[in-house]
Structure formats: structure tokens, C-alpha cells
């Protein structure tokens, strides 16, 4: 095998699959490449502080994903509580479709060259891009090779900053638009900041004012960077919420520009509730059911008891740590997590 050959195992999501979707590809590269994409990739994350905007904190040193999450929760608070004003708001939550398998190498490098590296070193990213070759791995026999005309491996360490590099080229789309006062975004709080996007990775929330022709301006913003980038955003998983002074009227108009149904709750972002009301309890329900499943495993496993406190502390505990790094979880429900732990 090359260099830069690649294998990819498919592993069944469910326990008789039926079709290709039901596989999760994960891709294997090779040792030596590893190698060489880290030390690429400790030199690319030493300058992505200054070349990605502040409007990403994925894998950007001195940012968090925790920015991302309470940003986004204040906004979707005020929001909530916004009954007034002569204009509304409009929030957009993008899911992309295979965003990393999408994004065309020709895009990649233009945006490398723009963003100010230099041209020896996007070579360098190029040919670690271009040159790989896939071997599909299945029921002990292989098949490729397979060569590809675009994307990005999500199992090579260069992907998550190529990435985020590519996702700079919308963020420039939004920042000209806005600039121009095409698009306004929100400011929850005199003398607070006007945020018009937040991405994390593939993750994005965009706000603008709920009328059609910002509407419009947004669709076509998407369909230039998909055009350019190779994105494609999935409607069927997209979502659009308002601030309760929009009519009805005017939400319709929006959601039939965007080709989207309208919804008072988002879901979870980045793996925690985007809305949080009153019944926080019932919001977190998730986080005991997800313990629980982990801790159901466990003992399905027949662990010894070392093993299990191992896995109590590194597994079972840092999912609500990762909530309450954000909320304040409710007694209740820290209780019950603190007695199904110790049950175990």
C-alpha cells in the first residue's frame, strides 16, 4: 500500500442492515501518514487564531465550544421573549449534507491561497488532499482502489482545519452582505455585539431579519457557497424558528422562500438543548437517558468493578459535566444520575 492509501471499514449502525446507509464508514489511514499530517496539522493550528474569525470556535486554540452553546441560548432566550418591535427575527439552523465528503479541492486551495498561505505549504495541504486512494474493507475481502475527485477524510488530522477554512468562504458571503446592510443579525441587549452566524464546524445558526428579501439574500448566499464550495444543505433537516412579533403572514412568506416548515424549538446544538424554559428537567431528560444507556452496557458486559469505576469516571460522568459546564442541572435529576452512578 501507498503512502496515502486509505481503508475504509463499514460498520453496521443497526444489527441487520439492509442498506448502504445503514453502514457508518470510518476511515483508516495509514501509520506514516498520521505521522505527517500531525505535524502538519500542530503547524496549521498555531495560526488559525488569526485567520479564522471569531464567528468559529472549532478547533481554534483559546475558544470553546462552550462559547457556541451560550451564545446561541441567550439569543434563542431573547428571542423567545421578544413580543415587540416594528421587525422580528428570524433563525436559521443549516445541517449540511455530507459536509466533508462534499467540499471541492479547487475550492479548498483558493480559499488557502486568499486566506494568505503561503503557496509551497498549500501544495504540501494539496497533495496530502489529493493523492489518497480508498480500499473498501468488507466480510474479510477488499475492494478499490477507489480514487476521489473531491472531499475531505473525517479520520485524517488535517480535515477538521481544512474544514473550517472552507467554511471561512461563507462566512466572508455573510460578512459583505452585512456590511452592506443587506443582512442585519441580532443584538439581544444595548451595547451588546449584532451576531449574524455562528458556526461550529458543520453546525451553523444564522439570524437575520424575518422579512422576504433578507430571506432571499440568505438562499442565495448558500446556493453561491454551495456552488463554489461543492456544499449541499439539507432541507429536510434544516430548521426556522421567529421571535413571537413576526405574523403569521410574514412566517409563511419566509419559510416558502426558504423551502422550510417553521418550528418554536431547534433541538439540541452541539449535543445540548438549544431552548431551555421552564421544566428543566424534563429539557435534561436526555442526559439521564443517555447515562443510562451507557450504564445498561456496562453491565450487559459483565465488567469487573475496577472497570466499572474507571468507566463511571471517564465515560458515565463527563456527559453532565459537559451539560453543566453550560446549565445548572436540577437537583432532582442530579440526584437520580448521583443514585443510578452508585447503583452500579
Known amino acids: 500500500m501507498g503512502l496515502n492509501d486509505t481503508s ?52 481554534v486554540p483559546s475558544r470553546a465550544i462552550t462559547d457556541n452553546i451560550l451564545i446561541s441560548s ?6 423567545k421573549r421578544k413580543r415587540q418591535g416594528k421587525f422580528g427575527v428570524a433563525t436559521l439552523k443549516i445541517d449540511m449534507s455530507k459536509a466533508y465528503d462534499r467540499i471541492e479541492w479547487e475550492f479548498l486551495e483558493a480559499m488557502m491561497l486568499r486566506l494568505g498561505f503561503n503557496a509551497k505549504w498549500v501544495k504540501l495541504i ?47 458571503l455573510i460578512r459583505k452582505h452585512e456590511l452592506a446592510r443587506l443582512i442585519h443579525g441580532v443584538k439581544v441587549a444595548q451595547g451588546a455585539l449584532v451576531v449574524s452566524h455562528l458556526f461550529f464546524a458543520d453546525d451553523c445558526f444564522m439570524f437575520f431579519k424575518a422579512n422576504q428579501s433578507e430571506a432571499r439574500l440568505i438562499k442565495h448566499i448558500l446556493a453561491t457557497y454551495g456552488q ?8 429536510n433537516k434544516s430548521s426556522i424558528s421567529f421571535s413571537l412579533n413576526v405574523n ?47 450504564l445498561r452496557s456496562w453491565s450487559i458486559r459483565m465488567l469487573s468493578r475496577p472497570g466499572k469505576e474507571i468507566l463511571l469516571k471517564t465515560v458515565a460522568q463527563a456527559i453532565p459535566n459537559y451539560a453543566m459546564q453550560v446549565y445548572l442541572l436540577p437537583l432532582d435529576l442530579s440526584r437520580e444520575l448521583e443514585t443510578m452512578m452508585n447503583s452500579v
Open 8 to 59: 475504509i471499514v463499514l460498520i453496521p449502525k443497526k444489527p441487520k442492515p439492509e442498506m448502504l446507509s445503514d453502514m457508518r464508514p470510518i476511515a483508516l489511514c495509514n501509520v506514516l501518514y498520521k505521522i505527517v499530517a500531525k505535524m502538519l496539522a500542530n503547524r496549521m493550528k498555531l495560526v488559525m487564531g488569526s485567520v479564522v474569525s471569531e464567528f468559529q470556535s472549532a478547533f
Open 74 to 79: 441567550e439569543i434563542m432566550h431573547f428571542l
Open 126 to 172: 494539496m497533495l496530502c488532499v489529493s493523492t489518497v486512494r480508498y480500499h473498501v474493507s468488507h466480510d474479510e475481502k477488499e475492494i478499490g482502489p477507489i480514487i476521489p475527485g473531491r472531499g475531505l477524510r473525517q479520520g485524517d488530522l488535517l480535515s477538521t482545519y481544512l474544514f473550517i477554512l472552507c467554511a471561512e468562504g461563507l462566512n466572508a
Open 228 to 235: 463554489w464550495s461543492g456544499q449541499l444543505v439539507n432541507f
Open 248 to 294: 403569521e403572514d410574514v412566517k409563511g412568506l419566509i419559510c416558502d422562500t426558504l423551502e422550510l416548515n417553521a418550528t418554536t424549538n431547534h433541538g439540541t446544538y452541539l449535543r445540548l438543548p438549544s431552548l431551555v424554559g421552564r421544566n428543566k428537567k424534563e429539557v435534561f431528560r436526555s442526559i439521564y437517558d443517555r447515562v443510562w444507556q451507557k
